[in-house]
């Protein structure tokens, strides 16, 4: 029974650790709108898609449809026409 319990006392200690903190009522910028099920990988201006990425689900702010991250993943989402290099997205995008 004790290994039982130290057994169960990490497992709950593990997964009180890699909980996200969603917020209750979660603001976006412009051009992003709130997804529980966001992209980790998102498409950047200018930046090539990372060839490997966990394809989790995050819960996060996502740029809306025609729009792309620009100055890195977390970056303020500006209109397509606003980026002179828009890369292509995965072939095989698994959070789809």
Not at 7 to 27: K, N, Y
Not at 48 to 59: A, F, I, K, S, V
């Amino acid at each position: 029974k004790f290994t039982l319990c130290i057994f169960l006392l990490g497992l709950m200690c593990f997964i009180s650790t890699e909980a996200e903190d969603v917020p209750s009522d979660p603001v976006c910028g412009p051009g992003e709108t709130w997804t529980g099920c966001g992209d980790p990988c998102p498409l950047v201006c200018g930046e090539p898609h990372p060839t490997w990425c966990t394809y989790n689900c995050l819960p996060k702010c996502n740029c809306q449809e025609g729009y792309i991250r620009s100055g890195g993943k977390d970056g303020p989402c500006v209109p397509l026409s606003e980026c002179s290099e828009v890369p292509e997205p995965p072939k095989f995008p698994a959070w789809k």
